[in-house]
């Protein structure tokens, strides 16, 4: 394997040794993120620990700061600008997944006997260097990655590579392990047929589509229809494991000085800029938005609906080079500069680039203190008597989120994304410790969870209601079904059965199996029947969701099995991705929701 440093130049030997001092110090003493991660202040004390458990398992909050700052750093290259406070608490929620699904991969891994060994390891090295690396001064050129400076380095025996080759090392089972799934997922070439087949088969038919009065009154629905809807229905609603949160959302107090001390800065800013002191210089100077340091320039280009009903008229009446009145957002006041207007944007309407500028609320801390201590207080009578009893006591009030899953948190929890983590490591009627968010203090109850399975009615009832109505719609128009029905059977064609009915026909071309008209109803018989069937042949009426319809098939185009074998490669290639995609999300979700995880991030914070 790589040696220690034993010989080369003195500068050989200092960058290398700058390297392998950053990356001990970074994987072993750790560090914080002060700035952009809402560490900063009093809670810098609080920044130990553990960040969570998996099934006994601890993730530190090194390896929590150290996974934040690759995501953070890739985040920079690709958009050109460091993450905001906002998009930085997308970032930890992503982290905190990742590192939750690393440790569950790792310890399946290990329990099938996959290891790593020193060839494997000093492969990985070669041709997918670690992030630290990737990112290291020593191997940039023009401000991007240098393989050749990189091999230059590998080469050299007189490099450390130990601090590396031990990281990689630590990833090697967990990537056997996908590797070994993503193999795992085959396709046939029957399969491959089969899926051209579903859609490129195509039919063109004449239609009837018996639909109800969207003007109509909503019928009135008893209690027994919507079970009977339910059951019909039932398989609809499956779904894997989901929680459902009640949530306490409590704004941060600022204080009265601090708000008004960044506001009147703000506006001071605002009156500079439109005096003609130069925009970039004051936003290296005051600005605490992401990239200030560079004018604060967004790399993007922006639609003035963007920017909300306020701001966003101001903007697009501007010229180029001013800025907007300051806004406050929660704990910032915020202005732009216009910096170009362009004609026409990606969804092909006029846009706006804009350099932004925010200003930062120094809250009070020892009133923040006090919020949290009286809130952490109420959290402790919402363990004994439940989180919206305590919370009405201090004339606060409570949301309750729907049934969610990991990767569909509710607008609920929005500003508080760690609830959602929070919420699939706890038991039933568990609560909370107090969560801070950027702008928000919040406490959660778990009041209900849900296995892998049909939702419970009381979890759908406003469905239900709606479906219920929908079947009772379709029953009042069962009588033009049935009219129709015996035209067909006197010997009526379609049109004329139709027209005998008081309905009219369609043409509908290019019906595939796998994209469905919706004037079909989704109808899986009607549409299989028609594949079926000979030109000319009638099938229905037939009911579906959403009404009846029948239809007349007049011509059946098949697949053009030439054409498949021209683009069997490339969709050969983009069906397994997909399927692999799909498996593997499968057994993610299974490992994660059959985990103990616990969230400690927010047992770490307190004032």
Not at 64 to 78: E, G, I, M, P, V
Not at 197 to 202: C, H, L, Q, V
Not at 265 to 282: K, P, Q, W
Not at 349 to 367: L, M, N, Y
């Amino acid at each position: 394997m790589l040696r220690f440093l034993r010989g080369g130049g003195k500068r050989t030997k200092m960058v290398w040794w700058i390297l392998i001092v950053v990356t001990v110090v970074t994987f072993l003493g750790g560090f914080v993120f002060i700035f952009g991660s809402g560490l900063g202040g009093s809670q810098m004390a609080r920044a130990t620990g553990a960040v969570a458990t998996v099934d006994g398992q601890t993730i530190t909050r090194t390896e929590y700061a150290n996974a934040l700052n690759d995501q953070r750093q890739a985040f920079t290259a690709r958009f050109g600008n460091d993450p905001g406070e906002r998009e930085m608490q997308a970032l930890e929620m992503q982290t905190f997944r990742s590192l939750v699904l690393q440790k569950l991969l790792d310890r399946k891994a290990k329990g099938l006997g996959l290891t790593a060994n020193d060839h494997e390891v000093l492969l990985q090295l070669q041709t997918q260097p670690p992030a630290a690396l990737l990112a290291a001064p020593a191997f940039q050129t023009n401000g991007q990655f240098d393989p050749q400076k990189y091999a230059a380095a590998m080469r050299d025996p007189s490099n450390n590579w130990s601090a590396f080759e031990d990281l990689v090392r630590a990833g090697m089972p967990a990537r056997k392990l996908q590797e070994r799934l993503f193999t795992s997922v085959k396709l046939t070439d029957g399969e491959l047929r089969q899926e051209w087949r579903m859609r490129n088969d195509k039919v063109t038919a004449t239609v009837v589509a018996i639909a109800p009065d969207r003007n109509a009154a909503a019928p009135q629905v008893s209690d027994a229809a919507q079970q009977r809807a339910y059951e019909k229905y039932k398989s609809r609603f499956v779904s894997g494991p989901q929680r459902r949160l009640e949530v306490l959302l409590v704004p941060k107090q600022y204080g009265e000085g601090p708000v008004k001390a960044a506001s009147d800065l703000a506006t001071s800013l605002v009156r500079r800029i439109r005096s003609g002191e130069d925009f970039n210089a004051l936003s290296r100077e005051f600005s605490d938005a992401p990239g200030a340091e560079h004018g604060g320039v967004l790399d993007r280009v922006l639609s003035p609906s963007d920017f909300g009903p306020q701001l966003g008229p101001q903007i697009a009446l501007m010229d180029t080079g001013q800025v907007t009145d300051p806004l406050r957002d929660g704990g910032r006041f915020m202005f732009f500069k216009l910096v170009q207007k362009v004609p026409s944007g990606a969804n092909g309407q006029p846009g706006v680039r804009v350099a932004q500028f925010f200003v930062r609320v120094k809250g009070d801390e020892d009133q923040l203190r006090k919020q949290f201590e009286q809130l952490n207080k109420l959290r402790s009578s919402a363990q004994r008597e439940g989180l919206g009893r305590a919370a009405a006591a201090m004339a606060l009030t409570t949301t309750k989120t729907p049934f969610f899953d990991l990767s569909s948190p509710p607008t609920e929890v929005a500003v508080v994304p760690s609830a959602t983590d929070w919420a699939f490591g706890a038991k039933t009627n568990e609560v909370s410790p107090v969560i801070e968010a950027l702008d928000y203090f919040a406490i959660v109850q778990l009041i209900a969870t849900k296995n892998e399975g049909p939702m419970p009615r009381e979890a759908i009832s406003d469905d239900l209601h709606k479906l219920a109505q929908l079947e009772a719609s379709i029953d009042a128009v069962k009588p033009k079904s049935e009219a129709l029905g015996a035209g067909l059977k006197r010997g009526m064609s379609l049109e004329q059965a139709a027209a005998a009915a008081g309905l009219t026909v369609q043409k509908v071309e290019g019906i595939t199996r796998n994209a469905q008209d919706p004037r079909l109803f989704g109808q899986q018989e009607l549409i299989g029947r028609l594949f079926a069937a000979r030109p000319g042949d009638v099938i229905g009426p037939l009911r579906g969701l959403g009404g009846y319809a029948a239809a007349r098939l007049e011509s059946h185009t098949q697949p053009d099995w030439a054409a498949f074998e021209t683009a069997r490669p490339q969709f050969a290639q983009q069906l397994l991705q997909s399927r692999q995609q799909q498996f593997m999300e499968r057994f993610t979700t299974a490992l994660r929701t059959q985990a103990r995880v616990k969230d400690l991030r927010s047992e770490a914070t307190g004032y």
